[in-house]
């Protein structure tokens, strides 16, 4: 069975930073793009960022460019999200998500919370 | 960007009757090249992540209902549930994948009637 396990996330400061973290386990995860997704009540759902298998290459959504850093570890099969110079308008929840263009498996879903 | 619209944003159907959803692209999503949409739709219940209904605009994904289908092509699109069961209650959207940012609709809310 296909799982994508989130982790991190949680409450912190203007300006701070925070990693996400997503575990894959039922396929090989070293052969799939993949994909941080984040959704607010406002906004609705937006593509963050995606990195290839192999990650050497990257992409980002203008609003986190130079504050937020996708990678990929494929020895442990595991997605990784690092939000730095955090703001109000980055809370939300945040998704990783298997895949570069229609994303077949999606994680629980991690919130993020950014407040002093 | 290419700006995804669906409409409307919610609507109340019968049991049993269909329900149908729009989504219109700012752009063309049509790769020439391979002649396929780069389209997708999502169903969204609450406390869930979204879930793969329909990729290439018109291709169920596997488990999903013979119900659902998408069809459109170019700029405009349509999920249809041909026979709504009290199950399809849900929030679906529409998601470009034709290139960066990639960009989904605002999604409809399906309820019963």
């Known amino acids: 069975e296909v799982q994508l396990v989130q982790s991190g996330g949680g409450l912190v400061q203007p300006g701070g930073s925070l990693r996400l973290s997503c575990t894959a386990s039922g396929f090989i995860f070293s052969s799939y793009w993949m994909t941080w997704v984040r959704q607010t009540p406002g906004k609705g759902l937006e593509w963050v960022a995606n990195i290839k298998e192999d990650g050497s290459e990257k992409y980002y959504v203008d609003s986190v460019k130079g504050r937020f850093t996708i990678s990929r570890d494929n020895a442990k099969n595991s997605l990784f999200l690092q939000l730095n110079s955090l703001r109000a308008e980055d809370m939300t929840v945040y998704f990783c998500?298997?895949?570069?263009?229609?994303?077949?498996?999606w994680g629980q879903g991690t919130m993020v919370t950014v407040s002093s | 960007d290419i700006v995804m619209t669906q409409s409307p944003d919610s609507l109340a159907v019968s049991l049993g009757e269909r329900a149908t959803i729009n989504c219109k692209s700012s752009?063309?999503?049509?790769?020439?090249?391979?002649?396929?949409?780069?389209l997708a739709w999502y169903q969204q219940k609450p406390g869930q992540p979204p879930k793969l209904f329909v990729y290439w605009a018109s291709t169920r994904e596997s488990g999903v209902p013979d119900r659902f289908s998408g069809s459109g092509s170019g700029t405009d699109f349509t999920l249809t549930i041909s026979t709504l069961q009290a199950e399809d209650v849900a929030v679906y959207y529409c998601?470009?994948?034709?290139?960066?940012?990639?960009?989904f609709g605002g999604g409809t809310k399906v309820e019963i009637k």
């Open positions: 998601q470009q994948y034709y290139r960066t940012p990639l960009t």
């Open positions: 752009q063309s999503v049509l790769y020439s090249s391979d002649n396929k949409n780069y």
């Open positions: 998500a298997r895949g570069r263009g229609a994303f077949d498996a």
